[in-house]
């Protein structure tokens, strides 16, 4: 059955350091999505991703943040300048090209940042 | 902003027991999905019911939604020890572009 991946599975950063978390979608999906959940918290969304244009963004996604889709398979969100708050599991999830369809989520990236 | 939220429960039963969790919202959805999380794992899809739907079904698990209460209900039957997990329910925002509204999370363990 296809699914979301994500790589790394954990990492650990000073704060300040840019970090990119990897995704590689559903292949034959069109809508991409970035969420995070910090520690005893809900997950959070961040930013949706449709036709190589951000199509949606919380407040969350601020100006250090940034997603990209640099080929036919990889979605990224790189933080440019990460903070201590920035701590948190994020997960990339993918749905088919028409919206009201179900979002399947990635195992998720393990943010630690000292 | 709109948003799922579960009653924040933690449900522990015997194996075998059914478990029911809980979702309200505050605006118009054009869905609403659960997902369950096992302890700091990925999401997994449960079930997607729509807007016009009001009862759905998918092996042990059977999902209702009341539109005019802004609620929704989880039924887990015959409950087994590896249903131990998070359970949270997500809306999808009538006018919105895909960005799922999550809730708090259910913790049910299921006790052998």
């Known amino acids: 059955e296809p699914e979301v991946t994500q790589t790394p599975s954990h990492q650990v950063t000073q704060m300040g350091q840019e970090v990119i978390l990897r995704c590689v979608p559903i292949s034959n999906h069109l809508y991409f999505y970035w969420y995070r959940q910090i520690l005893g918290q809900k997950v959070e969304f961040l930013v949706s991703f449709y036709n190589n244009e951000i199509s949606e963004k919380s407040e969350i996604f601020d100006d250090q943040f940034s997603v990209e889709r640099p080929d036919g398979s990889n979605f990224t969100l790189k933080i440019r300048s990460t903070k201590l708050e920035d701590s948190a599991m994020y997960f990339c999830a993918s749905s088919e090209d028409s919206h009201q369809e179900t979002q399947y989520f990635g195992p998720g990236t393990r943010l630690l940042v000292l | 902003s709109q948003q799922g939220e579960e009653d924040p429960q933690a449900l522990s039963i015997q194996e075998g027991e059914n478990a029911t969790m809980n979702c309200s919202y505050k605006?118009?959805?054009?869905?609403l999905q659960w997902y369950r999380q096992n302890s700091g794992r990925g999401l997994v899809h449960l079930i997607l019911i729509r807007s016009n739907e009001r009862e759905k079904h998918s092996g042990r698990l059977r999902v209702t939604l009341d539109t005019s209460k802004k609620s929704s209900s989880l039924l887990i039957t015959a409950s087994r020890a590896a249903d131990t997990a998070s359970y949270f329910c997500a809306t999808d925002l009538y006018y919105g572009n895909n960005r799922l509204a999550f809730g708090k999370g259910n913790q049910v363990v299921v006790i052998p």
């Open positions: 605006t118009s959805i054009n869905n």
